[in-house]
């Protein structure tokens, strides 16, 4: 137990960086991932066909080789750093911007083909009826479309917001000072594989099991009684 | 009505030339993105001959490619295997009539669920290092299979649960009225028919776990992504090395997945046989509690 009151300070500040790389990711992610949506949904096929190859590549690289290019591909090489390079946490921001990017390229993909899956459960009748009762495009979306689409939407999109709980452990490959990177620094000093493991576990545990739970409860209750 | 979809309806006149200056613009756009990137590149010398030479070199294929692959490909195979023999055990587990065993098994699958692969794959790691259990040139081997084992192992669980839930209820009926007991239904009638229709879906997990592969980069596993890096720093080419790698890795995820929607497809052509899980589901790394098909 003295290893938890000794660590303490640092574990709090270690899962506080996952919880924020976590809200920034899903923010970017969010909106990346609608718009692809949209792209893969609209009815021009050129803009489909980017939306369909950024999906299939993205999703079938891992995300190690993405975080591990923007911090050497991106930033050594190319020079593109996200942060002010006279900066005195010049290396801390510009790491953690660019875990936020490759998390949030990632995880685009994943929240595209989720928003698309919820466009597809709607009815084809649905927006027929909304047309023939002359909706125009606007308000069949607003009305009648999105809310339906929402809805369905709910449980697979916490569990993409689960799994990029997950993931942002990846971003300790380029130093980002989160929880596994603090695990490994723990183990090394104090060598309490076990308890320091346990401590590890349970944090993560506990951030995404009630995310779970509450996703699971909430798209239950606003499913869609077909 | 063809080109009907639920947000847009069958393009008319006015319809279609509007959508041919939206792609045109598209189009426009997306040369002006990659000339910037190509001339960004070319400005820090990234697209000299120099930089992908090395490619050509055999030597550079057989020192750092090939021990890469050769660990990608070894880690993936075990961790497979013995992901389907805990995933089974945990599945039929968590179908159990007895409520002791039912519960067990549910609090490992979730729990496994829960925790990053990266976390279970340090904390084996060390744990094996400091209990010598393997010799040290097999240790960051040992702590990936460990890691991909316990997590795949777990959502290998729940693959078989909704395989077997999606069953029609009359084979178990059936089953039962006939008298046998729920071992022998498991054995004889419903896993072999879940097996099928998990096909699909296994494939794909396959293709998570020969991503997840990557992630031993952290205890210093020689995989593909760190064999990247190694030529990186050699010849003093990121860029495209990774580059080179990232194609490797498209290509045979990208193959497999494609099978798997194939398969998919195949098999729910079939009339014979229970309809298969879908192969392309969303995520099925996620939430504990929620399903992962």
Same mark, same amino acid.
Do not use: C, D, K, W
């Given at each position: 137990m003295e290893i938890f009151t000794e660590y303490s300070d640092q574990i709090f500040a270690a899962f506080w960086t996952t919880i924020q790389l976590t809200v920034f990711s899903a923010v970017g992610a969010l909106v990346l991932g609608t718009v692809l949506a949209a792209m893969r949904l609209a009815p021009v096929p050129m803009l489909n066909w980017i939306g369909t190859s950024y999906v299939n590549i993205v999703r079938n690289t891992p995300l190690t080789l993405i975080i591990i290019f923007a911090s050497? +591909?991106?930033?050594?090489?190319? +020079?593109?750093?996200?942060?002010?390079?006279?900066?005195?946490?010049f290396i801390i921001d510009s790491n953690f911007r660019l875990a936020v990017l490759g998390l949030t390229v990632y995880t685009a993909a994943f929240v595209c083909e989720t928003v698309r899956s919820g466009v597809n459960t709607v009815p084809l009748g649905q927006a027929e009826a909304a047309r023939s009762l002359g909706l125009s495009f606007g308000q069949n979306l607003a009305i009648v479309l999105l809310p339906q689409a929402f809805r369905a939407v709910l449980i697979p999109m916490g569990s993409v917001l689960i799994a990029l709980t997950k993931n942002t452990?990846?971003?300790?490959?380029?130093?980002?000072?989160e929880a596994a990177l603090l695990m490994k620094e723990m183990i090394e000093t104090t060598a309490a594989v076990l308890f320091v493991g346990s401590i590890f576990a349970l944090g993560f545990v506990i951030l995404t099991l009630p995310l779970g739970l509450l996703f699971g409860w909430l798209g239950k209750r606003m499913a869609v009684a077909r | 009505m063809t080109g009907a979809s639920v947000l847009f309806d069958a393009p008319g006149p006015r319809a279609r030339v509007r959508n041919h200056v939206i792609s045109g613009v598209t189009v426009v756009v997306v040369a002006a993105v990659a000339w910037v990137v190509y001339s960004r590149l070319d400005a820090k010398g990234q697209l000299t001959a120099a930089k992908w030479?090395?490619?050509?070199?055999a030597d550079l294929w057989r020192t750092y490619v090939l021990p890469g692959v050769q660990g990608t490909l070894t880690a993936a195979a075990v961790s497979i295997v013995f992901a389907l023999a805990l995933g089974f055990v945990l599945g039929v587990g968590r179908l159990s009539t007895h409520t002791g065993i039912r519960w067990v098994s549910s609090v490992i699958v979730e729990f496994f669920r829960a925790v990053p692969v990266l976390i279970m794959m340090i904390f084996a790691y060390f744990l094996y290092a400091n209990y010598d259990l393997f010799p040290s040139k097999h240790l960051a081997l040992a702590g990936v299979i460990t890691g991909l084992t316990l997590y795949n192992g777990a959502v290998i669980a729940e693959i078989v649960r909704a395989g077997v839930n999606a069953l029609p209820r009359g084979q178990g009926e059936a089953a039962s009225a006939l008298g046998l007991t729920w071992g022998q239904t498991m054995r004889a009638i419903l896993l072999p028919q879940a097996v099928t229709s998990m096909l699909p879906v296994l494939i794909s997990q396959v293709v998570v776990v020969l991503k997840d592969t990557a992630i031993g980069y952290q205890i210093t596993f020689v995989e593909m992504v760190r064999q990247g890096t190694a030529v990186g720093s050699s010849y003093g080419n990121y860029i495209p090395a990774l580059i080179v790698i990232a194609l490797l890795m498209i290509t045979v995820n990208f193959g497999l997945s494609s099978f798997a929607v194939w398969l998919e497809q195949r098999l729910r052509q079939s009339k014979r046989g229970p309809a298969p899980l879908e192969a392309g589901a969303v995520e099925q790394e996620g939430a504990p509690g929620a399903k992962v098909v």
């Open positions: 050497l +591909g991106l930033a050594q090489t190319l +020079g593109i750093t996200m942060a002010n390079r006279r900066s005195p946490t452990t990846i971003a300790s490959a380029i130093g980002v000072a | 030479e090395p490619f050509l070199t």
